[in-house]
């Protein structure tokens, strides 16, 4: 039962292009969610986050959308760059979970110069 | 460094024998999490301390997996009589503050255990 999902294994986008990432949620008790990117070889890094009582977060190029009616929420970089290839985990925590995070499958970006 | 350290780099184990990794979180961190990441997957909850007390084991798969964190700073993860099942990378992650939605998970590099 996999209660995050990112259903886009692989995504490429011309550099200056928006890259759009999508996850999906399924237990609406998660209150917090956070965006992890990856380099290869390297651990997850922390990107941005976001709590529920927003429907947006922005850090420089990289937003957080979150629609909780649709339990989905996605990261939007613009403009990409080469540098943002990587693979990009979105994770999800309640206060049912305790302090336990739960992370989606990932999608690897693919940014061309 | 100012990072999270994980020792070894990379362990390979034959089945049956008992292995245990190395976590030195970021100095002053109060949290420390265990995560396992299987290929293609994203990271799986295992354990996670505050301070030097085990707050939540609940993602530990069985009872041949164990955690320790003794004085509040380096964590080992123990896994015994180890299984080709057990075989996958292992994160450990540190946070400043003891609530994850307070603070980001900072991850290591990893353990990449294989048993043969």
């Known amino acids: 039962d996999q209660q995050v999902k990112q259903n886009s294994p692989s995504l490429s986008v011309q550099e200056g292009r928006i890259s759009i990432l999508n996850c999906d949620y399924t237990?609406?008790?998660?209150?917090?969610f956070l965006w992890y990117k990856k380099y290869p070889a390297e651990g997850p890094t922390f990107l941005i986050s976001?709590?529920?009582?927003?429907d947006k977060n922005e850090d420089g190029r990289f937003t957080v959308f979150l629609n909780k009616s649709a339990k989905h929420l996605s990261l939007h970089i613009v403009p990409s760059q080469p540098g943002d290839s990587a693979v990009y985990f979105c994770?999800?925590?309640?206060?049912?979970?305790?302090?336990?995070?739960?992370f989606g499958g990932g999608t690897r970006l693919m940014v061309k110069p | 460094g100012a990072g999270v350290s994980q020792s070894p780099r990379y362990k390979v184990t034959k089945r049956g024998q008992d292995v245990a990794l190395r976590c030195d979180p970021i100095s002053g961190h109060v949290s420390l999490y265990w995560y396992r990441q299987a290929l293609g997957q994203g990271p799986e909850f295992l354990t996670y301390?505050?301070?030097?007390?085990?707050?939540?084991k609940s993602g530990l798969p069985n009872d041949r997996f164990s955690a320790e964190r003794p004085e509040g700073s380096i964590s080992t993860l123990t896994i015994q009589r180890t299984e080709q099942r057990d075989s996958a990378m292992y994160r450990c992650?540190?946070?400043?503050?003891?609530?994850?939605?307070?603070?980001?998970?900072?991850f290591g590099n990893g353990t990449r255990l294989t048993v043969t």
């Open positions: 301390f505050n301070y030097e007390a085990q707050q939540d």
């Open positions: 994770a999800a925590g309640g206060p049912d979970a305790g302090n336990m995070l739960t």
């Open positions: 237990n609406s008790m998660f209150d917090y």
């Open positions: 992650a540190s946070s400043l503050r003891d609530r994850v939605n307070q603070s980001p998970l900072h």
């Open positions: 976001i709590s529920s009582i927003k």
